[in-house]
């Protein structure tokens, strides 16, 4: 918390997550918001990407901020950051549509073709206009 503003939370949690050791050693799970970052749009839809070689097909929130573009999931409650992409090195951004006329998103980050559908709420065109806004033009 910072002047009554919650800022980030972090927290330990034992479940088969990326780093997993054992079942009796926690994992330590964080989130923070850089200092003067403000949340601009979000979704609720699912990722679905190759990145860092391993497959990615999440359900979860895409928050565009001001400075970098966030995937979260829910861990119980919690809304937990799992991928953060800088937009300098969001590329060939664009909106499509698929032949049922469901809208997605489709970026390269950082070489990586990212993929996110499933769009159930939140503002796409606000979406679309930040980061296109923000992406690194070749």
Known sequence: EVDGN??????????NDYGHIDENTPSLAMSVLKEDENILASLKCNLKSFIDFTIVDENGVLLVTDTRVLFCKYIGRNLSVVHNFDY?????????????????????????RVKITNIQSGDIL????VISNKQRVL
């Open 6 to 15: 919650i800022v980030g939370a972090i927290w330990a949690r034992i479940m």
């Open 88 to 112: 300098k090195l969001i590329t060939s951004f664009n909106l499509k549509e698929d032949d049922d006329k469901n809208k997605y998103i489709i970026f390269k980050y950082n070489g990586d």
């Open 126 to 129: 606000k979406v679309c206009e």
